[in-house]
């Protein structure tokens, strides 16, 4: 019998939690269960969700910001379409393929500040593998330089620039000569380039774990520091690229910042396939691929391929036909000032870090009695509780999708997609608003353990009821 997809997934549509249960992720699969987000999404379009029962859910998540001009955009989708039916040739690595010269092109135009060229990467992890390995052979230097909470990726030499413990736990011994230096401190910055064998700052213009933000003029000076001590300046816009923060870099709102490397993925991809760009100034380049033998000295067997290229390319066209950048400054201001507004009513309501359609809602400790004991009682229990009785509510209550910040951080996390509308925001404000109002009860920690225990008695009932059938 022929492939036939879409009865494939008729027929196993019920089996999807057991199959990872069984073979993927069982750990994970638990959590989902725990926290109320197990699942099962049949559609999607835009910056909504839908499951096997027909209920829409309001992504505010957008796949960790990949999905910056919505779930299923047209103009992406047909260019795939129109990719496959062409029959394109892919992969076939001795050529100059035309769609990656095309998206280097365009990148190129639209980011400037003499990054001459474009290395292709499967994600935005890749991107960072290779931006060390660029910095290393250009300068002849070892040593790195991250802040804390960054977060670069996973892989071996990303996580040894991660400034969060719980990714790094039994992952040791880690890239030698990684130093970490004070979140947005120029002196503590200088103090660390003294010493002159620093390859690389690596720094996300905005912390993706926690949302946190720099002084303004702080990226600017912090390269003019690095050029003066022979320092490469590598920007991670990962997550803040592609209109997520108001511009098509975040840079771009940081007055003259000037990097030698510049890492794309997530929103590039379009939701699609996977793809990253790492944008090189001709000098780095020069010193990597120095000569005819050493053309291929840094590559990868999927770097370039059709589809990839294609969503790239598509992408770029979706983010501008959708106004991205100007929407995310629109919706993201509505947003803040919403939640803002209801600062002065929730005492544990602390702070809204916000650039464009990234969000960091911080909560802190109470000052009445009441309130002061249910927060310490949830912090005594666990240090990652606390923000999980906002995203849970959101999530069971009021079918809206967003994340905590961080390990150990009281920050819930919004980063929808670019294209969500005043609607949208109205129905998240109207939601956070009702959750903030049973989060300020005393006995919203106890609430919260009853939903997380009620989850998991049910979800281990269905199990035990669960046919272990093969399709």
């Known amino acids: ?156 030499g990303a996580l040894s620039l991660n400034g969060c413990a719980s990714f790094r736990e039994g992952f040791a011994p880690f890239l030698p000569d990684c130093r970490v230096v004070a979140f947005d401190d120029l002196a503590a910055l200088e103090r660390a380039l003294a010493p002159r064998d620093v390859a690389a700052f690596v720094i996300e213009p905005i912390q993706g774990k926690g949302v946190n933000l720099h002084s303004p003029g702080y990226l600017e000076a912090a390269g003019r520091l690095c050029r003066a001590h022979g320092t490469l300046l590598v920007i991670d816009e990962v997550q ?36 990253g760009a790492v944008l090189v100034r001709s000098s780095v380049w020069k010193r990597v691929f120095s000569t005819l033998d050493r053309a291929i000295v840094h590559s990868s067997t999927f770097h370039q391929g059709t589809l990839a290229m294609t969503a790239g390319l598509a992408s770029l066209a979706a983010y501008d036909e959708t106004n991205a950048a100007a929407n995310a400054l629109r919706m993201g201001a509505m947003l803040r000032e919403g939640i803002e507004a209801m600062r002065p009513r929730f005492e544990m309501l602390r702070a809204v870090r916000q ?65 969500i509308n005043e609607d949208d925001v109205r129905r998240f404000l109207d939601a956070f608003e009702e959750v903030l109002m049973q989060l300020h009860r005393p006995s919203a920690p106890v609430r919260l353990l009853a939903r997380l225990a009620r989850n998991t008695v049910l979800r281990a009932s269905a199990d035990a009821h669960e046919p272990a059938t093969r399709c």
């Open 1 to 156: 019998m022929p492939f036939d997809l879409a009865n494939l997934i008729t027929l196993n549509a019920h089996r999807a939690e057991l199959l990872h249960q069984e073979h993927v992720n069982p750990r994970f699969t638990t959590v989902l269960r725990t926290i109320g987000f197990d699942k099962s999404y049949t559609r999607a379009l835009g910056a909504h969700l839908y499951d096997a029962q027909g209920h829409e859910y309001l992504d505010f998540l957008g796949g960790y910001a990949v999905c910056n001009f919505g779930r299923n955009h047209p103009t992406i989708r047909r260019a795939l379409e129109t990719a496959l039916a062409l029959e394109m040739p892919s992969m076939v690595q001795f050529e100059s393929p035309l769609l990656s010269g095309l998206l280097a092109e365009e990148l190129k135009r639209r980011i400037g500040r003499g990054l001459d060229f474009v290395y292709f990467t499967n994600s935005g992890t890749e991107g960072i593998e290779a931006a060390i390995k660029f910095a290393k052979c250009a300068t002849g230097r070892a040593a790195l330089l991250s802040t804390p909470n960054a977060f670069h990726g996973l892989t071996n």
């Open 240 to 275: 803040t690229g592609l209109g997520r923060c108001g511009s098509f870099l975040a840079i771009d709102q940081e007055g003259s910042v000037e990097p030698d490397i510049v890492v794309l993925s997530k929103a590039l991809s379009g939701g699609y396939v996977p793809v």
């Open 355 to 419: 650039r464009g359609l990234l969000i960091g809602i911080e909560f802190g400790a109470p000052t009445s009695l009441s309130l002061r004991a249910a927060w310490a009682a949830t912090h005594a229990m666990n240090e990652n509780l606390f923000a999980q009785c906002i995203v849970v509510p959101l999530m069971e209550d009021h079918r809206i999708l967003c994340q905590v910040a961080g390990h150990g951080l009281d920050v819930v996390k919004l980063t929808p997609p670019l294209i």
